[in-house]
């Protein structure tokens, strides 16, 4: 591979899979167990806030019992390593690329660890539970407060930003992600119709494969490392 200038990084649920955390379209997956319109909608979080807070209370206590594994500690040796242009992607709310050392970040799919408030527009860091009668500590509203979470019919955040790093990396590389929800599913083609490089890393073949110059199928912990080396030295 021709060594890249500037790298855009995609990564989804299928990355901290080997942590613990549960992926979403898998069999088995969270969309198996709960329906997607009663936690992961702005509609669901209306008609019963209390089961919305419920099901991210439990997901962020959940995050206390996981850690990165070897394909996020890789990516973050790369952001550190490669000299050039460089942005991490994720979808995943987790924290599992900034407890590895990856910096230069972007959660588009918002964080479980933080909180919205929908009257003053603060965003806080939001370790512990909330509920349907907890306190905006800036505005001191009860009741506004969200998990900073996009849902599904919301605008994924800081979209401008990966639009123009994507117009620009010649190298665009989708980790652990399905390909099946929009905008993200669609990046692989804005990176191609800019010139750049791209490259598949997933357990199976993901809904975009075919999209993708080259591709490789495993687990993410031994294909992302190895992925990682080969590009560092320059293969
Ligand atoms: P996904 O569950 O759709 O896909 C995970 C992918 O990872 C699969 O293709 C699977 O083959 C792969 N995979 C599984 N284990 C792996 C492993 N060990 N190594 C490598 N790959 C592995 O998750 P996604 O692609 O991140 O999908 C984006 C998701 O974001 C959507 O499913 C959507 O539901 C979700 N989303 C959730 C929220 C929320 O929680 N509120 C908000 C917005 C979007």
Redesign the pocket.
């Known amino acids: 591979m021709k060594r890249p200038s500037s790298i855009v990084i995609l990564?989804?649920?299928?990355?901290s899979?080997?942590s613990g955390v549960d992926?979403?379209?898998?069999a088995g997956?969270?969309?198996s167990k709960v329906d997607?319109r009663d936690?992961?909608t702005p509609q669901g979080f209306a008609r019963n806030p209390r089961l919305v807070h419920d099901f991210y209370n439990q997901r962020r206590r959940g995050m206390a019992g996981v850690a990165p594994n070897a394909?996020h500690v890789a990516l973050a040796r790369l952001e550190h390593a490669f000299s050039g242009a460089f942005l991490l992607v994720t979808?995943?709310?987790d924290d599992l690329h900034e407890r590895a050392g990856s910096s230069r970040l972007i959660h588009m799919?918002?964080e479980i660890g933080q909180a919205l408030c929908s009257n003053c527009g603060n965003r806080l860091h939001w370790p512990g539970d909330m509920d349907v009668d907890t306190l905006c500590p800036a505005c001191h509203s009860m009741g506004t407060l969200r998990?900073d979470?996009?849902?599904?019919g919301e605008m994924?955040y800081h979209l401008g930003r990966i639009e123009r790093a994507l117009e620009a990396c010649d190298l665009f590389v989708s980790?652990?992600?399905?390909?099946?929800?929009y905008p993200?599913a669609g990046f692989v083609e804005e990176a191609r119709r800019h010139g750049a490089h791209t490259v598949e890393?997933?357990?199976?073949p993901?809904d975009g494969f075919s999209l993708f110059a080259e591709a490789e199928h495993?687990?993410?912990?031994e294909?992302v490392p190895a992925f990682v080396e080969r590009l560092l030295a320059g293969e």
Not at 23 to 26: G, L
Not at 175 to 181: A, C, Q, R
Not at 218 to 221: I, L, Q, S, V
Request: hydrophobic content about 45%; charged content about 10%; glycine content about 14%.
């Open positions: 990564t989804g649920a299928g990355i899979a080997e992926t979403f379209r898998d997956g969270i969309w997607y936690v992961a394909a979808q995943n709310i799919h918002g998990p979470v996009v849902w599904f994924p980790i652990g992600t399905s390909g099946s929800v993200a890393l997933n357990l199976e993901s495993g687990k993410a912990t294909i």
